[in-house]
Each structure stands twice: as C-alpha cells, then as structure tokens.
C-alpha cells in the first residue's frame, strides 16, 4: 500500500481514542503507526503508559492524555482495559460517541449491551486479538452489531489487521468462544513449552538445554504450520515414523484420557469465566 492508500484505509469520521495503551492497546497502536495511521488522529488515555509507549506515541505526532478528552466525538473509541475496570472507566466516555462514531472493545466476556449501558446505543465491535500481535502475528476474531456500518466494518478491520488475520464470526456469543480458543490460545502454547522442557530436564537433560530445544521446537513448529499448505494433522503425520519415537509418544498424547480431554475442558472453562466477566 502507498502511504496515501493506507491513510484512507485508515480515514475515520474523528480520531482514534485508545484507551487504555498496556500489553494489548500497546501491541495495536504500534501496528497502527506502523502500517499507516496518521499520528496525528490518534489520542491515547492511559495514566501511566510505559516509557517507550509515551516515546512512541510523541515520536509518532500523537497524543497523550490521562484524562478523558474534552470536546471530542470520537471516528474509533477503542477500549483495551482489564474488564473489571470497565464500569468505573467507562462512564465518562460516553460524550465522546456520537452518531458516526464506532466503538471497539477487546475486552474479554464484556458484552455489547454492558457497553451500551455505559456509552449508550452505537455501533459497537466486540473483538479479540492475542498477544502474538505484539511481533503483527496475532489472529482476531471480531463481531460487529447491526449499527456497524460496511464502512466503519472496513475501519475496524484495517485496524485489527495490522496485527494478523481477522476473523468475523455471527454471533456475539461466538467471541467466548473465539477468547477460550486463541485470546487465551498462547498461554497453552507457551504452557506446553513449559512441560517439554521440565519432561526433558527429567530424561536427564541440562534444564536450560531442554528449554532451549523445546522453545525453538515450538518455534519452529508454529513457523511451519505458517508457512506450509498442509493441514496440521497432515504435519503431524510427516513426524510420525510408523513404529517410531513419535509413534510411541503421540500414543500417550492421543490416548482416551490424553490431551483431548484436557483441552475439552480448559477451553470449556475459559468460555464459562468469560461468561462470567460479561456484565
Ligand atoms: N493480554 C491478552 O492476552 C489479551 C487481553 N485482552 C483484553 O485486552 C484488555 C487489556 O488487557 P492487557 O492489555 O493484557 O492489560 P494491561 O493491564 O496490560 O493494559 C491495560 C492498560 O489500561 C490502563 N488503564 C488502567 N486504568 C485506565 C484508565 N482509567 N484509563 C485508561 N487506561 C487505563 C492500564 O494502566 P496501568 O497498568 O497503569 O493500570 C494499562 O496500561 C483486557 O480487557 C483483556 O481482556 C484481549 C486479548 C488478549
Ligand atoms: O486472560 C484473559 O482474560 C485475557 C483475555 C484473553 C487473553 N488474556
């Protein structure tokens, strides 16, 4: 995209109000001056931003404040603190929405009508990115009510895409779900690094070695599952000699009471805490 293609990409009705600039809000808005947003149309609010998101956020032409901004009616406001600090930080916003204004929340389980009680009727997108957008290799899902206009849909998207593929899903529902598989998805990732490194610590490997080899084994495993046409089942298969180690090992992984089981119910209850944060 030329600069002056990726401004329009970008162009909204007000500016663009994050609030809240931490691990996520920090991971977006870097996307977002990295891929074309104009600084300039950008406000954060955050009381106290780490240093070099303050850094960045001058060095880009955009603003700062700690205070909800006066006089403002906002293209994007886009909300990425914790869901329990919603209800006390969201009540002053609401004279910054106004009629072209839509409103953009990643926070987990929080639904749509509990934002609409704080900032009234709008066009609102409930969506959920992951931490891998921090290196722009996240994937979002995303669901927009029926206020959501084709133009604001296209906003939104350019911006969730800066970090990753978007994924729209058809009911609000569907983002506990989306939350259980991939907000919360790298923490098992990260988690199974954890366990392959502590198993093979326990076969008599050095700790640090074992971590080295399981972390660039996952790696590498998630560079290729990126890159390849192959399904991940097919990938599997590749690594499983018949009669082999993986043979022997996938045998314990992929037992009645292995992994599925497991997974079955850790993402069961993720989508049951994200029902519980929704109010
Ligand atoms: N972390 C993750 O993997 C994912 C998180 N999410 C969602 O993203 C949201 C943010 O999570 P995450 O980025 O991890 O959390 P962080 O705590 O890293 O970020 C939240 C930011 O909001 C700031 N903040 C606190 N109070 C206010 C306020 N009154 N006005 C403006 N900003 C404020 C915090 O400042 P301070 O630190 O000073 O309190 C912090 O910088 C959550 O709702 C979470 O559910 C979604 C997908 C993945
Ligand atoms: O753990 C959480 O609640 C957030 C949402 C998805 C990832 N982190």
């Known amino acids: 995209m030329t600069g002056e293609q990726s401004a329009k990409a970008f162009a909204a009705s007000g500016p663009i109000v994050l609030i809240g600039a931490g691990n996520m809000g ?79 929340s990643i926070a987990a389980g929080k639904t749509l009508s509990a934002l609409e009680t704080h900032l009234g009727k709008a066009a609102m997108v409930r969506a959920m990115p992951n931490t891998p957008a921090m290196v722009g290799r996240g994937v979002t899902g995303a669901f927009a009510n ?5 133009g604001q849909r296209q906003l939104v998207q350019n911006l969730l895409k800066v970090s990753g593929p978007v994924e729209w899903v058809p009911g609000e529902a569907d983002i506990d779900s989306v939350t259980a598989v991939s907000g919360s998805g790298p923490a098992y990732v990260f988690y199974l690094v954890e366990c392959m490194a502590e198993a093979g610590r326990k076969l008599g490997l050095q700790a640090d070695l074992a971590m080295r080899l399981a972390r660039e084994t996952v790696a590498g495993a998630g560079e290729l599952l990126h890159q390849s046409p192959d399904d991940a089942s097919r990938l599997r298969q590749n690594v ?29 209850a993720a989508r049951k805490r994200a029902q519980e944060l929704a109010g």
């Open 26 to 104: 920090g991971a977006l808005l870097t996307g977002w001056l990295k891929n074309g947003v104009p600084g300039s149309s950008v406000i954060v609010v955050d009381p106290n931003p780490a240093e070099a998101m303050r850094k960045m956020i001058a060095d880009a032409g955009a603003s700062h404040v700690t205070e909800v901004p006066k006089g403002v009616t906002a293209g994007v406001l886009f909300i990425a603190v914790k869901p329990q600090l919603m209800d006390a930080v969201l009540p002053p916003f609401k004279p910054l929405v106004g009629e072209t204004t839509v409103v953009v």
């Open 146 to 150: 029926a206020r959501v206009s084709d």
């Open 240 to 268: 499983t000699s018949p009669g082999g180690t993986t043979a022997a090992a996938l045998g314990v992984l992929m037992a009645e009471d292995g992994m599925q089981p497991l997974f079955d119910e850790a993402l069961e």
